[in-house]
């Protein structure tokens, strides 16, 4: 092989490479999706829940095919709940006004895509209703006892362990 085509390869390779490397491990994309169904669970078992469901998608009127995905949506006596799941390790930090997973050296919102989520779904189901009434709130649950998540974190009004989802889902309606 010429040396030209060998540096092709071996740039295409690298870009193949870095690209994968990117990616979540099977074993990561298991670990989220479990914490995600044990959240389901948690969830249905939970006093003044009708329904919960799964990876439900949302139609998102801005985008010209396309939509968000609900973790876990539950369908409460007080209107639904969408939850945000996050099985992250390590620090987690309040930073701008949202959190943060340390590890990642950089900001990838959570609350605003979540918010969005939340409008979409109340703005499909006043056309199916033709209602205003209907209440949406969000919450994102953090799943992993690893994650080392800062008090101010813990304190947000939309953010929840575990143990905490049915109390802070309960506030978010009052």
């Known amino acids: 092989m010429s040396m030209i085509k060998h540096a092709f390869a071996s ?10 490397r990117k990616k979540p491990s099977d074993g990561m994309r298991i670990a989220a999706e479990k914490a995600e169904l044990d959240v389901l669970d948690a969830i249905k078992e939970m006093p ?3 329904s919960a469901w799964h990876a439900l998608r949302i139609q ?5 095919i396309g939509a968000g995905e609900g973790d876990v949506l539950a369908l409460t006596t007080k209107g639904f709940a969408l939850i945000e799941v996050k099985h992250w390790t390590g620090s987690i930090q309040m930073v701008d ?12 919102p959570v609350f605003e895509p979540l918010e969005k989520k939340a409008a979409d779904l109340k703005r499909c189901a006043r056309s ?3 209602e205003d009434a209907l209440e949406v709130t969000t919450i994102v649950a953090l799943t992993n006892s690893n994650a080392k998540a800062s008090d101010e974190v813990l304190r947000h009004p939309g953010v929840a362990r575990m143990k905490s989802l049915s109390e802070k889902i309960n506030r978010r309606f009052s």
Do not use: M, N, Y
């Open 11 to 20: 740039v295409g390779w690298f870009l193949r490479v870095s690209k994968a």
């Open 48 to 50: 003044g829940v009708i």
């Open 60 to 64: 998102d009127p801005t985008r010209r």
């Open 97 to 108: 006004g949202d959190i943060v997973q340390e590890k990642l050296q950089r900001k990838r």
């Open 128 to 130: 199916l209703i033709r």
